[in-house]
DNA sequence: ACCTGAACACCGTTCAAGT
DNA sequence: ACCTGAACACCGTTCAAGT
């Protein structure tokens, strides 16, 4: 028992393959029956390491908002820290598919795992100036507009329509800028 | 045949039940068997006035955004317009159990529906002087913000945790007035 | 510790057949 | 025209049993 051995699955490894499925035949057609099967073992196998399909759900939206967040650096001021963090989150959400779909379906893991989020979550703002809990409310706001403009942009049969009148990636920037310049520092 | 004998069943009877079945048990629990069990009729029974769950999943959506439309009225420029139908939209997503879940799933039924939805969408802003193509960017801003923050609103873990640091109200109010008052009129 | 086999209680959808 | 019966091809989850 040099280590330990190496289990054939991993939490990580099993998000991993869930993103690649969904890339590949899109969120309705992620289960764990087809998911165990792309890595060669039996669907019960996956309940070894995760509760079920919901935290499956939990930590792929969480590995979205840390690319988000990962996308964010360097602003001087609250309200430019706002604006790039929208913007990673967008194309974060963007650059998987169903992105802002799973983002909406998933649930934080755990009531307890909600509060520890929350911390993580104003952490940035906080650290620019802002209160505690304008930091969320202000947080809150961005992360709702840009998960609504998200999916509002991936409704199939309303984009291909409204792409003819409208340039979407323009259109989200005016609505991102408006919504943060109008925050108040309270 | 004095006029037509009335069927078992109704499309819009289908969709009533369908928010009764939703309201007890959740939209995780709306089933095509369970709905048709309520009706007291097989399920096979719902495919003939109704394509499918996806069908069925667009005109519940639809009734949400019509109940939005139907509150709002009576506004004097395209900026109350918007408050108004933010904040009618909100309370509509809002009166629904899991009723903003249920319009981030739902896909506008048809590619053509969608165009005129789209119609739909601009017509009270056109009214009020916005042209079209400004007037859909400044609806899709609006419904993409009220859509994900109710959705986050809904989001139960986190909930209970953020409803002791902010008033949800409030800070939907200020974020949608934000929003509206940066909006160009091009 | 980690996985298989097999089962339980469900799904959405289709389609012949009834009335 | 409208619905039933029965089937097809799936689901998520549990749990004894294997290794």
Redesign the interface.
């Known amino acids: 028992m040099v280590q330990r051995l190496i289990p054939g699955l991993t939490r990580d490894q099993i998000v991993a393959q869930a993103f690649v499925l969904v890339e590949d035949e899109g969120l309705d057609s992620l289960s764990m029956r087809k998911l165990a099967g792309r890595m060669n073992v039996q669907a019960a196998a996956i309940y070894w390491h995760i509760s079920g399909k919901a935290e499956l759900l939990g930590l792929m939206a969480r590995d979205i908002y840390a690319a988000a967040y990962a996308g964010t650096h360097g602003a001087q001021d609250w309200r430019e820290w706002l604006r790039q963090f929208g913007r990673a989150l967008h194309s974060s959400l963007a650059s998987h598919r169903d992105g802002a779909?799973l983002c909406?379906?998933a649930?934080?893991p755990?009531?307890a795992?909600?509060?520890k989020?929350?911390a993580h979550i104003a952490a940035p703002l906080k650290a620019l100036g802002l209160e505690?809990?304008v930091a969320?409310?202000h947080q809150?706001?961005v992360?709702?507009?840009?998960?609504?403009?998200t999916?509002?942009e991936a409704?199939?049969?309303?984009r291909?329509?409204?792409c003819e009148?409208?340039d979407f990636d323009a259109?989200f920037t005016?609505?991102l800028?408006?919504?943060?310049?109008?925050?108040?520092a309270k």
């Not at 992360?143 to 403009?149: M, V, Y």
């Not at 409704?155 to 309303?158: D, E, H, I, T």
């Open positions: 779909r909406a379906i649930r934080p755990s009531p795992d909600a509060e989020q929350a505690a809990s969320l409310a809150a706001a992360i709702s507009f840009t998960l609504g403009w999916m509002f409704n199939g049969p309303m291909d329509f409204l009148m409208m259109t005016i609505g800028e408006s919504l943060v310049n109008g925050l108040p």
